[in-house]
C-alpha cells in the first residue's frame, strides 16, 4: 500500500528519517511530505508516531482531469460503497493548482457530489457531509490537470496533540516544533533549555520525544478507526507496543521560561495535558537574566518576529541582546534562534554555523545554529 505524508516544507528529510527509523518501505521525500509504503497497519502506525507530519494520506486513484466533467467521473469511477457506508459521514478537502479548474471549493463539491451520487446509485442511501468531525476525510490534490485522490488516516491534523487547549500568542505547531527539536540534533541526555517557550511547545516536544511517547497517544481518535476496514486488532497492537515503549524522563534535563507569567502559567497546563507535568522545569524570566543550568548543553529559541509596523526597531535591539546574552552567559552551549525575519536574525551578531531554511506556513524561516565557544 502506497502512503503520502505531509509536512512543512523544509521537515522533509526529518520526516523521512522517522519514517525509515520504524521501517517503512520506499520512502522518497518530495516536497512538502514523503512517499513511503508498507502493509496497512504502517498507515496507523504513522498516525500514532510520527512527529513531524501534518496528515497521513492513502492515494486511492490517480487520472488525467482537464475539466469538471473528467473530475466527477473519474472519482464516480472507484467504487465508494467498498469504502464508505451510507450511514458514515465525509469531507473533501481539496489542493488546485496550475489546472483548468481553479476554484478548490468548486473542486471539492464536485468530488462530494460524485462520491454521494456513486453510493446512492449503488445503496438506494446517500452519506451526508460533516466537514467538522466526519467519519472519512477525502483529500483531493489537483496539479498540471492531474488528479490524486486519497484518504485523509488520521482524518485531522496531526499536529493537534490535543495537550494545547487554550489558544495562545503565535505558538509553533506541534510538528513543528518536533521538527525544530529533531533538527538540534540534540542527543536527550544533556540538557535543553528555550528560554522564550510561550505555550512550551519545543519543550513538550523534546519532553515526548526524550521518553519516546508515541505523540499519537496524546489523544488516539483517528479517522481509520470508523472505517469498515479497521483492523482493530492490529490497531490494538500498536497502542500496547507503543505504551510499553514509554520511557522515564529524566528530572532537570528539560527547560522552558519565559518572561510572561501567562505564557508560563499556560506552558505548564500545557505539560500537565500532555502528562509529562512534572518532567519539564518552568521558569519566569527574562533571558538576559536567566541562568544556565549546566556548562554545556541545547538552547533553541523562537523569539518574537514582529509583524506590525513599528515594532522593527525595538525587536532590532531585542535581537542585538539575544546575541549579547549567548555570548556572555552560554558559552559552551549549542545555541538555535528559529525566526521568520531574515533581517532581524543578522543583527544577533553572531556567526551562524548552520543556515537551515524552513516554513512557518506560508512564512520562510531560518533555523540559525550558533556554537558558543
Ligand atoms: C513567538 S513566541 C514563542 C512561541 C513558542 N515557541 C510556542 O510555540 O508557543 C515568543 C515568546 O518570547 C517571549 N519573550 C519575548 N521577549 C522575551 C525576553 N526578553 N525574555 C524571555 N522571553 C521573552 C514572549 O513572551 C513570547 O512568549
Not at 462530494?112 to 477525502?138: E, F, Y
Not at 535543553?192 to 511547545?201: A, E, L
Request: one cysteine or more.
Amino acid at each position: 500500500m502506497n502512503f503520502f505524508a505531509t509536512t512543512a516544507k523544509g521537515l522533509e528529510e526529518v520526516l523521512a528519517a522517522e519514517l525509515t527509523t520504524f521501517g517503512a518501505r520506499k520512502v522518497v521525500p518530495a516536497n512538502g511530505g514523503v512517499n513511503f509504503s508498507g502493509p496497512p497497519r504502517d498507515g496507523y502506525r504513522a498516525c500514532l508516531w510520527l512527529r513531524t507530519a501534518n496528515r497521513v494520506l492513502q492515494p486511492i486513484t490517480s487520472f488525467p482531469c482537464p475539466s469538471q466533467e473528467a473530475l466527477y467521473e473519474g472519482v464516480y469511477a472507484l467504487n465508494w460503497e467498498d469504502l464508505l457506508t451510507p450511514r458514515m459521514t465525509l469531507a473533501v478537502d481539496a489542493n488546485v493548482r496550475d489546472s483548468a479548474l481553479t476554484h478548490s471549493r468548486f473542486a471539492a463539491l464536485k468530488t462530494k457530489d460524485a462520491i454521494v451520487d456513486k453510493i446512492r446509485d449503488r445503496c438506494g442511501q446517500r452519506p451526508n457531509v460533516d466537514p467538522k468531525d466526519p467519519d472519512m476525510r477525502i483529500n483531493l490534490h489537483l496539479s498540471r490537470n492531474h488528479c490524486t485522490i486519497s484518504l485523509d488516516l488520521a482524518g485531522t491534523g496531526l499536529h493537534r496533540r490535543g495537550y494545547r487547549r487554550d489558544p495562545t500568542i503565535a505558538p509553533l505547531k506541534e510538528t513543528l516544533a518536533a521538527g525544530l527539536v529533531a533538527l538540534t540534533g540534540w542527543d536527550q541526555k544533556t540538557h535543553f533549555v528555550d528560554p522564550m517557550c510561550g505555550s512550551g511547545s519545543l519543550p513538550l516536544e523534546a519532553a515526548l520525544l526524550a521518553s519516546n511517547v508515541a505523540p499519537g497517544l496524546l489523544s488516539p481518535n483517528f479517522g481509520f478507526q470508523r472505517w469498515p476496514d479497521f483492523d482493530a486488532s492490529a490497531w490494538q497492537e500498536l497502542l500496547e507496543e507503543a505504551e510499553e515503549a514509554r520511557k522515564t524522563l529524566p528530572a532537570n534535563l528539560i527547560f522552558g521560561s519565559d518572561r510572561d507569567q501567562r505564557a508560563v502559567d499556560l506552558a505548564r497546563r500545557n505539560a500537565e495535558n500532555s502528562g509529562i507535568g512534572t518532567q519539564v522545569r518552568w521558569f519566569y524570566s527574562d533571558f538576559s537574566k536567566l541562568e544556565p543550568p549546566a556548562d554545556h548543553g541545547t538552547l533553541i529559541c523562537n523569539p518574537p518576529y514582529g509583524e506590525r509596523i513599528g515594532e522593527e526597531v525595538e525587536l532590532e535591539a531585542f535581537y542585538r541582546k539575544i546575541g549579547d546574552t549567548l555570548k556572555q552567559n552560554w558559552k559552551g552551549w549549542t545555541a538555535w534562534v528559529f525566526t521568520g525575519n531574515l533581517a532581524l536574525a543578522k543583527r544577533v551578531g553572531l556567526k551562524p554555523s548552520r543556515r537551515i531554511v524552513l516554513f512557518n506556513g506560508p512564512i520562510e524561516c531560518r533555523l540559525l545554529k550558533y556554537e558558543l565557544y
